[in-house]
């Protein structure tokens, strides 16, 4: 900030030397006022002391005009004053400063104002500029009176010059002290306006740090004046906002650490529907980045009607409303929309608007309600058939026994199905609730593959089939749940048994990593048609219904193992081309 050139303190200066002078000239005003006045009426006292004299000198000479005239000028001679005596119709009788002859031509006196105040028996007083004499006179008149009779005024006058002389000599003494005590004045103010303007500085510029919000320094002030405590109020200001301001950033920081790792979007909204706030997941909702929203409404943002009707519905209401929205992008997603409306404390923001993705949610409900469908299904299947030859042995086959014995075994083997799809379903089940306990033990990969071929061999060999075993000696170990593990390998050995050719081949072999053990389950099998090899994992998939229900398959087997598979970190995939073969591999993290 740049300091003003002409400040207060120089202003202060220029004031009281400007009411120095004027204070000054009154004073000098005054004073000769009084002194002009008090010499005027010291003079006046003086010329009627003089006056009453004369008149008592001239009252018997009235009659000798000549002598009048001799001995008022005598009386007159060698001094400033000038004797005029007059008689009653104002002719001049005798004058000190005219001669005998020239009296006669001398105007009539009766008219001047002291003259005719004494002519009426008062005193007479006058000043006025003399022609005759060219200055400003002093002029007394008094009356001559023979008892009540005025014979005559006798009037004495004297420049009043001398007093102005007096003043003058009595000025230049004054005029010099007060040009001194003005220079002093301007000097010392100088120096007191200097130190004060410094001091100020000092404080603005400590000032203006803190505008930046530097709150480095502190202003140092000596004195004990009222500067001195302006700046310590100012320290202790300072030091007050300093905190108030570190506490308002933390509780900021705490509020925005909150927004940016919250799983909701969440925007603010002023009352115009003009964005304040976007957290990091409301701008990977909407794509659009929070540095960009400045100014921004809510509609330019999401570009979604609903969205926008939602909002205005909130605030008609003035209640939180909560509805669900479905936003289209690369990925379709199922949002719930809560509004909150703030009614008071917040002077900007008039709603919240929280948006919750419900996407898995909901594709969770959807694949559990196939679940049920599906398995309903299953289930009414075999279930069918039981009470179909039930009802046909009850109807009197039973009466027939080889036919009846057939229906019973043809029981007895749905019985069966309906178990394992009771199994399976179980297991299912258990494998999402067990999701966190899988990878309790260590366990051998080699050896529970070797178990699983013995638990084979007879159907290995009641097929015809050729196992390779490539799995290395030593042991491959892994974290994991033996039973599941061994699920594992028994669906996919089912598979490579049941979906392979007469006289084909089972090759077992591992793959082992520092990132874990990748176990392969190759047949020369039927294969999969390309079109579905994505989805066998999915639960109750079959390629060939008829032919896997035929084998006894649920469709659950590759399911099954897909989710342990998960459930350890893993996972399962598949290769095949149909008619050659498929090849199977389970990955386990080490
Ligand atoms: N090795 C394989 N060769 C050819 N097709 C296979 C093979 N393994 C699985 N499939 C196909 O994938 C489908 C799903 O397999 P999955 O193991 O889940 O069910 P399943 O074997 O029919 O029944 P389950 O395993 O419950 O007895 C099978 O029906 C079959 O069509
Ligand atoms: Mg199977």
């Not at 006196?109 to 004494?118: I, S």
């Not at 997603?333 to 008039?350: M, N, P, Y």
Request: hydrophobic content about 40%; some cysteine; overall charge positive.
């Amino acid at each position: 900030m740049e300091f003003p050139k002409f400040g207060f303190a120089k202003r202060l200066l220029v004031l009281y030397s400007i009411t120095f002078i004027l204070v000054l000239l009154v004073t000098d005003w005054t004073l000769s006022h009084f002194l002009q006045k008090r010499d005027l009426q010291e003079l006046q006292r003086s010329l009627t002391r003089q006056s009453v004299l004369i008149r008592e000198l001239a009252i018997p000479l009235l009659g000798d005009h000549k002598r009048l005239q001799k001995e008022i000028k005598t009386i007159a001679a060698g001094t400033d004053v000038r004797v005029t005596i007059v008689d009653p119709e104002g002719a001049v009788l005798a004058d000190s400063s005219e001669n005998l002859e020239q009296l006669s031509k001398m105007e009539n006196h009766a008219l001047r104002p002291e003259v005719a105040a004494a002519l009426k028996k008062e005193a007479g007083m006058s000043i006025r500029y003399s022609m005759t004499l060219e200055t400003r006179m002093l002029y007394i008149a008094v009356p001559i009176l023979e008892r009540v009779k005025v014979l005559g005024v006798v009037r004495t006058a004297m420049p009043i010059t001398r007093v102005d002389e007096i003043l003058a000599s009595v000025r230049r003494p004054i005029m010099f002290t007060a040009l001194l005590g003005i220079l002093i004045v301007l000097m010392a103010g100088m120096f007191f306006s200097n130190h004060l303007t410094k001091r100020i500085r000092r404080i603005t510029s400590v000032a203006e740090r803190y505008a930046r919000e530097d709150w480095s320094e502190k202003i140092l002030m000596d004195g004990r004046d009222e500067l001195k405590m302006l700046a310590d109020t100012m320290n202790q200001m300072a030091a007050t906002l300093r905190s108030r301001i570190k506490d308002l950033e933390s509780e900021k920081g705490k509020i925005s650490v909150i927004l940016n790792h919250m799983n909701e979007g969440v925007i603010a909204v002023d009352r115009h529907k003009q964005i304040v706030i976007m957290n990091p997941m409301a701008e990977k909702i909407f794509g659009y980045l929070a540095s960009d929203i400045h100014g921004k409404s809510l509609i330019e943002v999401t570009r979604h009607p609903q969205i926008e009707r939602i909002v205005d519905h909130a605030f008609k209401e003035q209640k939180t409303t909560s509805e669900e929205i479905q936003i289209s992008g690369e990925i379709r997603k199922t949002l719930r929309l809560s509004v909150v409306i703030l009614k008071e404390h917040a002077r900007d923001i008039q709603g919240i608007l929280v948006f919750h993705d419900m996407t898995e949610l909901r594709r969770l409900e959807n694949v559990r309600k196939e679940f049920v469908t599906h398995v309903s299904h299953e289930l009414r299947t075999p279930l069918t058939a039981i009470k179909g030859f039930v009802e046909t042995l009850l109807g009197g086959a039973f009466k027939d026994p080889p036919a009846g014995e057939r229906f019973l075994k043809i029981i007895a083997e749905e019985t069966d199905r309906l178990g394992r799809l009771v199994e399976d379903i179980l297991t299912i089940g258990e494998i999402e609730q067990k999701i966190d306990f899988m990878k309790k033990d260590r366990i051998d990969l080699a050896s529970e593959l070797s178990f699983v071929l013995e638990q084979f061999k007879g159907r290995v060999e009641k097929n015809k089939l050729i196992v390779e075993n490539r799995i290395p000696g030593k042991p491959l170990l892994v974290p994991g749940d033996k039973d599941k593990v061994h699920q594992v390998f028994v669906n996919l050995f089912d598979n490579a048994i049941k979906f392979n050719k007469p006289e084909g081949k089972i090759v077992l072999s591992a793959d082992q990593k520092p990132e874990g053990i990748t176990i392969t389950v190759e047949d020369t099998g039927i294969g999969i048609p390309e079109g579905t090899q994505g989805r066998i994992f999915e639960r109750f998939f079959r390629v060939d219904k008829a032919r896997s229900k035929e084998l006894g398959g649920t469709g659950l087997g590759l399911a099954i193992v897909k989710h342990i598979m998960e459930a350890h970190d893993g996972h399962a995939s598949c290769q095949s081309t149909p008619g050659q073969g498929s090849r199977f591999s389970v990955f386990f993290p080490a």
